[in-house]
């Protein structure tokens, strides 16, 4: 596996904005854990990152 870092994660699904500017450090070989209540874009942000949603803007 390989370090994963995402600056500036935004994504909007027409009016609604999903994600708002996230930045993310995931270090290699290390599990890490996305928590928050319904709704706070958190399956987003790992489609986004395993290839399945594009975001509106963001830095890999």
């Given at each position: 596996m390989s370090e994963?870092?995402?600056?500036?994660?935004t994504k909007y699904f027409d009016?609604?904005?999903a994600i708002?500017?996230?930045d993310l450090d995931i270090p290699d070989k290390k599990?890490?854990?996305?928590?928050?209540p319904s709704g706070c874009?958190?399956?987003t942000t790992l489609r986004i990152i395993?290839?399945?949603i594009i975001p509106m803007r963001c830095t890999f």
């Open positions: 994963i870092k995402i600056r500036n994660l009016d609604v904005k708002d500017g996230i599990v890490t854990v996305l928590l928050g874009g958190k399956s395993a290839g399945l």
